[in-house]
């Protein structure tokens, strides 16, 4: 089903609900290499977070196979796969009043022994608060941050997860060992300085470490400036898959959204721009 150089591969994935009555998701196949921004785009219901669950585990397939790293997702021991693999998700829930280093540390219990906490711990904690632009933030209390504050903490927290220590560096050494995450709407609570900014620390994952990254995005022009490749959902199903260029096209668009759109060139980058007509 996969070769050596895909991080994660699925084949043939759906999903119902009801018995089977009510399909939310229907022959989707995606593949995800080392170093690869790829981005999910598609109206409201069409499948996105549904594909994203069944993609982390929190869902179970109703048909077809999910590999990360040519394993079956099933065979990884959650510790292992969580010291590779980090999701940030949409919207995550915290009602304690820890400081936002305690809650970046978090991402760091997987690479602790007998879940002791380490210098170097604390050491990738502030350093990745600082890449979300949060240096300072560390004793802050989580609960007063605004919520474009607390999401950054928890995208520090996932990129602190990801990060090799030195109780396991066989997690870096290998590149069979390429981190993966999961990004659901990652820009939908911060304002336009920051939702570039999360979204170049993902592409500087994909550069720096051979990171591969699967975000779930609304905002089409930031699907096309970041993303190396895009997927296409309509109803449940792929509609188009392919570089920014081959799925964002006017009459693709109009038939996903059922908006009239144009599509033109961006003045500054060399993608697409997609301006509602």
């Not at 940030?88 to 991402?107: I, K, N, S």
């Not at 300072?136 to 928890?154: A, F, K, M, P, W």
Request: with cysteine.
């Amino acid at each position: 089903m996969t070769t050596a150089s895909h991080v994660l591969s699925a084949r043939g994935l759906a999903y119902t609900v009801d018995a089977g009555r009510k399909t939310l998701l229907a022959d989707v196949d995606l593949t995800l290499r080392p170093g690869e921004f790829h981005a999910i785009i598609g109206r409201n219901g069409a499948g996105k977070s549904t594909l994203l669950k069944l993609l982390t585990g929190e869902l179970h397939p109703t048909a077809g196979e999910i590999e990360l790293w040519q394993i079956p997702l099933a065979r990884h021991r959650a510790r292992h796969l969580a010291r590779r693999r980090g999701v940030l998700a949409q919207h995550t829930e915290l009602h304690f009043d820890y400081r936002a280093l305690e809650v970046v540390l978090l991402g760091r219990i997987p690479h602790q022994r007998n879940q002791i906490e380490t210098d170097a711990d604390v050491a990738i904690a502030l350093d990745c608060l600082h890449r979300v632009g949060l240096a300072g933030y560390e004793d802050r209390n989580y609960l007063t941050l605004s919520g474009g504050e607390q999401q950054r903490v928890h995208l520090a927290r996932v990129l602190a997860q990801v990060t090799p220590g030195d109780a396991h560096p066989d997690d870096a050494a290998s590149p069979d060992h390429r981190p993966l995450l999961f990004l659901d709407e990652p820009t939908s609570s911060l304002d336009l300085h920051h939702q570039n900014q999360v979204l170049e620390i993902a592409r500087s994952l994909t550069r720096d470490r051979g990171a591969a990254v699967l975000a779930v995005l609304h905002d089409l022009n930031l699907a096309a400036r970041y993303a190396d490749t895009i997927t296409l959902l309509t109803a449940g199903r792929v509609t188009a898959c392919g570089t920014p260029d081959a799925v964002l096209r006017e009459d693709t668009l109009r038939h996903a959204f059922s908006h009239e759109v144009r599509v033109q060139r961006h003045p500054c980058f060399d993608c697409p721009l997609v301006i509602s007509a």
